[in-house]
């Protein structure tokens, strides 16, 4: 799904649509809206196996992510529709795939827009999840493939490392496991928490209108139509 600048959303239209759908949907969509953040952020890199990308989205989903960062740089990400449920429609998906190795055009980009980059590796200095600091700041969690992890260069670049504690004789989670996990712990510490993480008012009106398409299978003619009476009745 992609973002549209909420500096752009007309409220007029954003209303006409929500009467193309059920009161219990609308109801549904302000429930979820209330509680979706973007003071935290996933970023996937380089996953190949549809299940496990199908598996964290699902995640981020249920645990009120809205934004979701997909670095393709030798795989190219694919969903499996039996495990995501639909959930990408609601999500915001950022691609990386113009280059060879797009990892530090992500995080440049995340950093910019004023994100912690914290890798999931273990890494001296790293912090248990249990200790994680939530207070100091957005935070973009880096999660890297099934096989060989976060590459050299994400962990190169990132400002923090995080680690799950394992008490057995494992040294690591499944990828979409470690996503569940981090994502429980932080998003109910945060909403416990006195951090303001919840979406502006701009922000909401952007992913109504986004969510109301991803509702209606007309929403393109019921747009046009919108705009045509507007045009209609401003001419009379």
């Not at 998906?93 to 890798?119: C, D, S």
């Not at 995080?162 to 979409?176: A, Q």
């Not at 003619?221 to 401003?234: K, M, S, T, V």
Request: net charge negative; charged share 25%; hydrophobic share 35%.
């Amino acid at each position: 799904m992609q973002q549209t600048s909420h500096n752009s959303i007309d409220p007029e239209l954003v209303s006409y649509l929500s009467t193309f759908v059920t009161e219990q949907r609308r109801e549904r969509m302000e429930q979820v809206l209330a509680r979706r953040t973007r003071y935290l952020t996933v970023v996937i890199e380089d996953i190949y196996q549809p299940h496990n990308a199908s598996a964290v989205l699902r995640s981020c989903d249920g645990f009120g992510i809205q934004d979701v960062h997909i670095i393709e740089n030798r795989n190219e990400y694919r969903l499996n529709p039996q495990v995501e449920l639909g959930t990408a429609q609601w999500l915001s998906l950022h691609k990386y795939r113009k280059e060879e190795n797009n990892t530090p055009e992500a995080i440049t980009r995340l950093r910019k827009a004023g994100y912690r980059i914290v890798a999931t590796s273990s890494h001296s200095g790293q912090v248990s999840l249990e200790d994680f600091d939530l207070d100091a700041g957005r935070t973009a969690i880096l999660l890297g493939n099934e096989l060989d992890g976060l590459s050299e260069t994400a962990i190169t670049l990132a400002d923090e490392y995080l680690t799950i504690p394992m008490e057995g004789f494992v040294e690591s989670f499944n990828i979409s496991v470690s996503a569940a996990v981090i994502l429980h712990h932080l998003s109910h510490g945060l909403r416990k928490s006195t951090i303001p993480w919840q979406l502006s008012g701009g922000e909401m009106e952007e992913l109504r209108l986004q969510w109301l398409r991803a509702s209606l299978k007309r929403w393109r003619q019921l747009e046009e139509e919108f705009y045509r009476n507007r045009a209609g009745a401003d001419a009379t």
